[in-house]
């Protein structure tokens, strides 16, 4: 009766010392119990030239070494079996989920969360980035991942410059620990997104704040990116939440040093009632970006709907408010998957804050 398995290191010996003998390979396959072709494919895994020392020619031999090397490489090569080769349902789920959603592998899983799905096999993360570079899925590849499959460069030292003028308020520097350790909630992080130098022709932009602690995200499309422009997007804010509730939910905003941010006692102030203030503005070190990292982080999100080069006159309000949208219901693996319009709405909650 034939075996059907693969050859062992002392089948690969045997196989050479039997060659020494003179054994023909059907015999060598009857002697070992395998078909005949199985050994043939060995020989031919295993041949090399070597120089026959009396007549100095060349003839094919069997090396068991060479044999044992190239199969251990193939082996390694082949890698283990696919976890998700027979859970099409899985499969399927990933790659539209990625590719509906423009999500990363990681907010696959947030998502499967959110709407309940259960399936039979579990993958972790990096089996998921495995199986994309390897090409394994119908119709999605690295590029249709949210950083193309690039990775992020490490951070490089730069000389700190000197300010080109003072900042407009109080320094980073001089925030309470429970801000900087987002312990409590109402403390923001700003800027402005804009189409760049040289790629259209308009000055209106995004201007964008991120609350530091659930990570929520509100984008305001504005004309230009002007002091008094800013100031009227924060007006219009305090306007449509009212004085209360916006001193609830916006303690303090941390700002980079752009002019568009130079009005900081006009942002300070109320519209409502200039005789309060509305909340607390503080700036970063200039060059500093990194210090209002988690606004940093959701603007490259905004860039992968709204890439560099967008005219932002021609993105309606509905587009920007998509946008919002898919940015905090974006599963967080910081939160457990959880969205940040679901931790922003937990600490509305606890304020008795209703929207």
Not at 12 to 33: H, Q, T, V
Not at 49 to 65: I, K
Not at 270 to 299: A, D, L, M, Q
Request: proline share 4%.
């Amino acid at each position: 009766m034939r075996r059907f398995k693969h050859l062992t290191w002392t089948d690969r010996l045997r196989i050479e010392k039997w060659l020494n003998e003179g054994m023909k390979p059907k015999d060598i396959a009857s002697k070992l119990r395998v078909h005949i072709s199985t050994v043939y494919n060995e020989l031919h895994r295993g041949e090399y030239q070597r120089l026959v020392g009396d007549t100095w020619e060349l003839v094919s031999a069997y090396s068991p070494d060479i044999a044992e090397q190239k199969y251990q490489a193939h082996l390694r090569d082949k890698g283990p079996a696919l976890k998700i080769g027979k859970d099409y349902e899985l499969a399927n789920y990933i790659e539209t989920t990625i590719l509906n959603k423009e999500c990363s592998p990681a907010a696959v899983f947030g998502y499967a969360q959110q709407e309940g799905k259960q399936f039979k096999t579990s993958v972790s993360v990096q089996t998921i980035y495995h199986y994309i570079k390897k090409g394994l899925f119908l119709n999605l590849t690295q590029e249709e991942l949210p950083r193309h499959g690039k990775h992020k460069q490490a951070y490089k030292k730069v000389c700190k410059k000197e300010a080109a003028r003072a900042p407009a308020g109080e320094s980073i520097e001089q925030r309470p620990p429970e801000v900087k350790e987002r312990q409590e909630f109402g403390h923001w992080e700003g800027d402005t997104v804009y189409s760049g130098k040289g790629k259209v022709k308009t000055t209106c932009a995004l201007f964008t704040m991120t609350e530091r602690k659930t990570r929520n995200e509100i984008i305001i499309g504005v004309p230009n990116r002007k002091a008094e422009t800013i100031v009227k997007a924060v007006d219009a804010l305090e306007r449509k939440l009212g004085a209360r509730k916006f001193r609830l939910i916006f303690k303090s905003i941390t700002f980079d040093n752009g002019t568009e941010f130079a009005a900081a006692d006009m942002l300070e102030r109320s519209c409502i009632n200039k005789t309060i203030p509305r909340t607390k503005i503080y700036f970063c070190h200039p060059y500093s970006s990194w210090e209002r990292g988690s606004n940093e982080h959701v603007n490259g999100m905004i860039r992968r709907k709204h890439p560099k080069g967008t005219d932002f006159s021609k993105v309606s309000k509905e587009q920007l408010a998509e946008t919002e949208k898919w940015i905090n219901e974006y599963p967080r693996k910081i939160f457990g998957y959880k969205s940040s319009a679901i931790m922003f709405q937990q600490c509305l909650n606890e304020l008795g804050i209703a929207m």
